[in-house]
């Protein structure tokens, strides 16, 4: 090869070298084709005389370009393109087979499904009862934000952490737990949200075909969570002094149980507290019976007509109960800060799943939360929302009798003790009810979401926690003008 068309640009960079942009000028010609792999460049003399530049800085162009991959420097002093161009290592590999072969693609099977559907609704709703959402908008931001910025100037929040989580927040939740909820003497493990918290315990105590009982109507992701585990789930009854150990002492009649998931305080959906007998009563069966007790405090904080009843953990002699609980009603949801507070036993394997599942929970948010908890905001910010939604529960009181007697008199329910939410019944199919309400942009949760056979009820539970009581007035009026239109 005797010539060669190279153009040399000037350089927006007014201190690049000539070699730098001789070199670069060969690089173009090559991905432009004018030069082929494996053809050979004119010689050194040749490229100096034609740009009238010295022949060491053509040597030092294709010098460059030798180590970049681009030319060979062969024995007899010529260089030439390569083969294998340096772009070709960033393409993709085409994969060919022959006419023989036919290649069909293939299901994919999965050791275990998840039956619990997630629902993302990009739709945004005028109205939203969701039954356990806190109002952000009420949440102390500037506070807490001058707690994460000393949390994010600490720099050993950037490294790793034990699984358990940090040691302040730690010390932090047990303070509380023994003044707040009268639960002392555990191993305290932080976890992403309480959901976390009651998969791992599910990973680690139920085995395939284990019985475990959970109330028949109940909360859907934690009751998965056992069922993914291999847990042959048994549903207890619920009435209006919560669960009914009767009835889970005739299941034992019929079945080995293994463990039982309750939410005591407010159960979950129908928000009825378990009374002190039904409580004494559980804790007897399930020790007399080697049953696990797992103790799901969801809203511990907002109970209303009374100072709430402590928890079964706080009064467990025979440690069978294990305790979980979560940060999030009263922070903020995408916070994901729950905890399980469990027998010393327990807590060493949990610290081992969890190593190889999620690591460890994120440091800043960790020692953020902590500082807050100790310079005492956390609470004052706790007592200001139970007022305020001991006040919004009072307004949807007012609204519902209202309702009851002006627009839909099949309406009843049981006025919560506690919690965010409602149980209302409507006398009439809810799923249809909610499906309605959704195509106009009313969120709700009717019965069926609750049942483990996702039969059809006739409740909603309506949550009053997330939105004004403005709001929560003029959604209801809305979702009952529906219900009476529905009805003809």
Known sequence: ????????????????????????????????????????????????????????????????????????????????????????????????????????????????????????????????????????????????????????????????????????LINQIKIYLRRIRGVADRDIIVTNGSQEAIFLIAQLLIKSGDGVAVEALGYPPAIEALRFAGAKLIPIAVDKEGLVVEDLRKQLKKNKIRMIYSTPLHQYPTTVTLTAKRRLELYELCYDNNILILEDDYDHEFHYVSQPVAPLAANDPGGIVLYVSTFSKILFPSARVGFMAVPCELAKEVNKLKRISSRQNEQIIQDGISRWMESGGFEKHLRKMRRLYEERRSNMLEDLVNIKKNIFSDLSWDTPPGGMAFWLNLNQDSSKISEIARQNKIFINPESNYQLDIK???????????????????????LFDLIKKSKG
């Open 456 to 478: 059809a009820g006739t409740h909603l539970r309506i949550g009053f926690s997330g939105q004004t009581p403005q709001e929560n007035r003029a959604g209801l009026l809305a």
């Open 1 to 168: 090869m005797k010539e060669l068309l190279i153009e040399l640009k000037n350089s927006k960079h007014t201190n690049q070298p000539k070699y730098q942009r001789l070199a670069e000028g060969i690089r173009q010609a090559i991905r432009n084709g004018k030069v082929i792999p494996g053809e050979i460049l004119p010689s050194t003399r040749e490229l100096s005389h034609v740009f009238k530049i010295n022949r060491h800085t053509v040597m030092r162009a294709f010098a460059e370009l030798v180590a970049e991959g681009w030319l060979i420097a062969t024995e007899k002093k010529f260089y030439q393109v390569t083969p294998k161009l340096p772009t070709d290592f960033l393409k993709p590999q085409k994969f060919s087979v022959t006419s023989n072969n036919i290649f069909t693609r293939k299901k994919m099977k999965f050791a275990n499904n998840v039956l619990l559907e997630y629902s993302d609704n990009k739709v945004k709703p005028k109205y939203s009862f969701p039954s356990g959402f806190p109002d952000i908008r009420e949440f102390p931001m500037s506070e807490f934000k001058s707690h994460m910025y000393d949390a994010l100037r600490n720099k050993k929040n950037l490294s790793y952490g034990h699984p358990s989580g940090s040691v302040d």
